[in-house]
T-cell receptor, first 114, second 114 residues
Framework: DAMVIQNPRYQVTQFGKPVTLSCSQT?????MYWYQQKSSQAPKLLFH???????NEADTPDNFQSRRPNTSFCFLDIRSPGLGDAAMYLC?????????????FGSGTQLSVL | AQSVAQPEDQVNVAEGNPLTVKCTYSVSGNPYLFWYVQYPNRGLQFLLKYITGDNLVKGSYGFEAEFNKSQTSFHLKKPSALVSDSALYFC????????????FGTGTRLTVIP
């Protein structure tokens, strides 16, 4: 009965080879987020969608893009992965935007770059 | 700018003893504070939040947290630790002005020793 599902659990790609990570949700939430979490560091917000409106964090590299074709699905595209992009990527949802909203997370995708 | 500090990377406690996981925050306005837990191979799960009202907040699995404005702290507590509480705990803060971004600490690994 997982509510936020990320596939795959582990992803290996080569330096410079585009890669896409997937996230789906069964909660019908308006907001979907992508976080990057490097080893022993805090999760860092890359961007979020409020419905179809895309919101990029100011310090998110251009190498990272996202798509949300419908309410249920959201994708993270890394156009030319570098070694520094190896990390856990977490997808999360919330019902709405608001300071008190809690986030629902997927299990994450661990990305390795060779 | 918003930030969260979790001063302890690792906390060990004996089963049945009380536990405390520390968190301090910095935010320009009134803070919205959260605790999340991450079990192995699982996504982050919401435990509890402080928005306003009573400084002592009760959450899931018997956890509670105390908001202390003068010390800018939001420590997580439980009266009697269980082995199953062993996990990675994240404190997070949200600025009500820029509500889209939840700022996480680096996490504290709690180990409950049987």
């Amino acid at each position: 009965d997982a509510m936020v599902i990320q596939n795959p659990r582990y992803q290996v790609t080569q330096f410079g080879k585009p890669v896409t990570l997937s996230c789906s949700q069964t909660l019908n939430h308006n907001v979907m987020y992508w976080y990057q979490q490097k080893s022993s560091q805090a999760p860092k917000l890359l961007f979020h969608y409020y419905d179809k409106d895309f919101n990029n964090e100011a310090d998110t590299p251009d190498n990272f893009q996202s798509r949300r074709p419908n309410t249920s699905f959201c994708f993270l595209d890394i156009r030319s992965p570098g070694l520094g992009d190896a990390a856990m990527y977490l997808c999360a949802t919330s019902r709405d935007l608001g300071a008190g909203e809690k986030l629902f997370f997927g299990s994450g995708t661990q990305l390795s770059v060779l | 700018a918003q930030s969260v500090a979790q001063p302890e990377d690792q906390v060990n406690v004996a089963e049945g003893n009380p536990l405390t996981v520390k968190c301090t925050y910095s935010v320009s306005g009134n803070p919205y504070l959260f605790w999340y837990v991450q079990y192995p191979n699982r996504g982050l799960q919401f435990l509890l939040k402080y928005i306003t009202g009573d400084n002592l907040v009760k959450g899931s699995y018997g956890f509670e947290a105390e908001f202390n404005k003068s010390q800018t702290s939001f420590h997580l507590k439980k009266p009697s630790a269980l082995v199953s509480d062993s996990a990675l705990y994240f404190c997070a803060v949200r600025d009500p002005i820029k509500a889209n971004n939840l700022f996480f600490g680096t996490g504290t690994r709690l180990t409950v020793i049987p």
